[in-house]
Each structure stands twice: as C-alpha cells, then as structure tokens.
C-alpha cells in the first residue's frame, strides 16, 4: 500500500542584523516567506515568488506624481481611502523637468495642478479622444484623472502655494522665480504683474528666497490682495492688493498678515505669531488671532490693535521736458488730509496742514496767514511756498520764487483716521504751474 507524497515548508524566518554598533540589540528587520507545496491542502498562503532586496531601504518621494485610493462613499459606509491596488493604473506623472506638484485644485469636473514651472490640467472622472487637429472631445470613462494637458506659458507657483486664491473662475497665484504675478482664467494664464508693477514684483519676488508670499480673494472689494514677506528681516514686507476693474494695483495696506480669507461676503485675515508677542510684550494686551476687516467699530486705517495714518504719494510728470514753477497743490476729497511733502528735481515746498473751518472773523483773518489748505466750492487748495536752500549759480531761490520750479514733481499726502474723520476719501490731485522763463 503506498501513499501520496507530500512535501510541505512551513514559515521561514530569515533574521538579519543591521550593521549598525550604534544602534540598539533590536535593531533587527523580519523577512518572512511561505511556500505551500501540499497537496489537497486547506491552508492557503502566498505563492513563490521571485524578489530582490535592496540594501537601501530609505523612504523615496516621488514629488511629481499624483496617487488615488479608493473610493469613499459616507452615504453607503464604503470607505476604500486607504486601499492603494498596485495592479491598477491609479497614479498620473507630470513633467518631472517642471519641478515638484506644488498645489491641486478641483473645479467642476476639472482638476488644476501647480507646478514649480509649470500648470496643468487633467480631466476627473472622464477622459478625452483627440482629433486629427488636436481638439478634444470629451468622452466618458471609468478613469479618476483623466488626460494631463498643460497651460500655453512657461509659469509655475513656484514653492509658494500659498499665495494661491480663488474667485469665480478665476485663480490667482504669484511665480516668485519669474518674478511674476498670475492670474488662471478661461483665457488662459495671464500676467497680471505686468500693469504698471513689473519692476516692483520682479525686486520684491526676486528677494523672496525662503520668505512667504501669502495671497487672499477680499470679497468685500473684490481685488486680490498680496502679502510679500521675504525671509530676511533687513527686507520690508509689502501687503499690496489688485483690483480687476481698473485692471491695476490700486492700494497698498500697512498690515503684515500670516493668511487671508473670505466667509459670507466679510473677509478676515489673521496676524502673525511674532508680531503677537511683540505687542503683547509691548502693551501687555492679548491679541487675538483672526480679525474682521471693514469693521464699522473700530477706526479706519486700524490693523491688530495698532492705528495707522492713510498716506499717497503722487506723481506731477506732464510736459517732463519742460521746466516749470508749481503754485499751488489741489484735492478733491475729505477735510483730514495735509501735504508732508512737494519736492521736485530741484527745489521743495512747506509742508500743508489741514483745512480748519474758521467759526468766527477772527478765525477767517488767521487762516488766510496759516499755511493750511483752504476749502473753495467742496475743493481743497494752497499755495506752495519754496523753502529750498541756495545753490552755487542761482540769483532767485527758496520764498523769492513764486511756486516750486522743476521739471517734475512727487507729493505725498497724508490722512489721519478717528473716529470722526469718516472715511477720508480722496478722488483727485492736480496743481498749477506755469512756465519757467529762467
């Protein structure tokens, strides 16, 4: 009488020490592998198989590549989020030349993907047949991310993902190493740095290094508004902000915030943990993290507790090639603001303070000699009165002049805010100047 043979391998261990000294006695990694050679068996096991060690089992990043797990359904309780099958196509790879996926952002049924040097397109849940001509038709398909096509343009978001922000179809986000800032729409990508701020962005981002260069849509005046913070403390930070319908940057704010953000038509920013315990230090008041702005119960021009004065500086450049006496400075706007300062390429003017409205005689014979804007028909006016000092050549200088003479000249002007100084609006700027005959 015979019997069958049966051979049967039961789990091998294989221990293996690291060659380490300095490291402890349990320091040891398991390789486990089990053969089942029986026959008619009711044990099951993994087959044999063919594999190679490698000695360098260190983690690897692939930094331009997109991975998805399964699904997750909360309605039905099927949660696959953590299941990664090896033996389906479930990972997309971009352009490794064009640096690493910094930022995916999903709209609609499309899916947005930020390189360092580069932006993409993918389709979700549907794929695209190309024509002969190179249009796609969008078909069905049971595939998660469909085909990656990328942006006509050779930007990225470079390691700044969080200057990305959003409004409508609309997309904003800075290219610190183009120096650049850009705007993602239906029209393709556009650079918005280049409306009259190009050699403003190309020196602040080009000084960003490792600094953060934080974006936010406000939806309170619909602009998009820009914090560039560089890593270096001997470099300022600019909070700047870009309005769509002038299609230029409009204002500039002194407030440095670490993130910014828009709920329910209000928008918010939060303060930086350093300048927090600096005011705490210095007051001994505890500032809060997320503050509301275009709060009608705090002044205007207030930001973390700390009050600030509105400043604008302006420009007088036309007939440049033509020198000329400036006479007078004019605005259109609030009572609250004065002149700090009227220089030219060769004089300068007094300053200007604010307009008082004179209540009695007395008052009005005073301010005629005060060197303060007058108000005349709902406008603000004054004289410019030349205080520069003599220089070699000159036969009529300082208050003999009539004016400021110059070719140009720069003013800066400047508001401050209470509680009743309302908004301190200010519409336009001008001034008269004639002519130099000297």
């Known amino acids: ?31 486990e592998s089990r053969i089942r050679g029986g026959y008619n068996n009711v044990q099951t096991g993994l087959s044999p198989r063919a594999f190679l060690v490698s000695e360098n089992n260190a983690q690897e990043n692939l930094s331009n590549s997109i991975i998805y797990s399964g699904i997750f ?39 947005t993907i930020f390189q360092e040097r580069k932006v993409n397109r993918a389709l979700i849940d549907k794929d695209a047949v190309y024509t002969q001509e190179g249009v796609p038709m969008q078909t069905t398909s049971n595939v998660v991310i469909g085909a990656i096509q990328p942006y006509a343009g050779e930007f990225g978001i470079s390691t700044n993902p969080e200057s990305f922000a959003v409004y409508g179809y609309r997309k904003y986000f800075t290219d610190a190493k183009q120096g650049s800032v850009l705007r993602l729409s239906q029209d393709g990508i556009t650079e918005i ?53 002038v299609k230029g940057w409009t204002s500039r704010y002194s407030y440095i915030p670490s993130n910014m953000f828009s709920v329910q038509n209000n928008f918010y920013s939060t ?29 205007r021009g207030n930001f973390y507790a700390t009050q600030y004065t509105s400043e604008i500086q302006s420009i007088f450049n036309i007939n440049p090639s033509v020198v000329k ?24 003017a007094n300053a200007i303070g604010v307009f008082n409205m004179p209540l009695t005689l007395a008052d009005m014979e005073v301010s005629l000699l005060k060197n303060e804007f007058k108000q005349k028909e709902d406008k603000y006016f004054a004289d410019l009165i030349n205080t520069s000092a003599f220089t ?19 003013v800066s002007l400047q508001a401050t805010n209470t509680a009743t100084s309302g908004t301190n609006e200010l519409f336009a700027i001008s001034t008269n100047y004639k002519e130099s005959s000297y």
């Open 1 to 31: 009488m015979s019997f069958p043979l049966q051979i049967k391998y039961y789990n091998t261990y294989v221990l293996k020490k690291i060659a380490d000294s300095s490291l402890s006695d349990r320091s040891w990694y398991v390789e």
């Open 73 to 111: 359904n909360s309605r039905t309780g099927i949660n696959q989020s953590n299941q990664f099958p090896s033996g389906q196509d479930i990972t997309r790879t971009v352009d490794p030349s064009k640096g690493s996926i910094q930022k995916l952002y999903a709209e609609n049924t499309n899916l």
């Open 193 to 245: 740095s280049n409306y009259g701020m190009y050699d403003f962005f190309r020196d602040q981002l080009g000084s960003l290094s490792s600094g953060k260069a934080i974006g936010g849509y406000d939806i309170h005046n619909k602009c998009y508004t820009l914090s560039i913070q560089p890593a270096s403390s001997s470099l300022a930070p600019q909070t700047i902000s870009f309005d769509e319908n």
């Open 271 to 299: 303060v930086r943990s350093q300048e927090k315990i600096e005011k705490y230090n210095a007051t001994g008041q505890e500032i809060g993290d997320i503050y509301q702005h275009y709060n009608d119960n705090v002044n």
């Open 325 to 348: 006496n400036f006479q007078t400075i004019n605005y259109e706007g609030g009572p609250n603001w004065s002149m700090t300062s009227f220089v030219t390429n060769e004089d300068q």
């Open 392 to 410: 070699q050549g000159e036969v009529i200088y300082g208050k003999s002049v009539s004016g400021v003479k110059g070719f140009f000249a720069t």
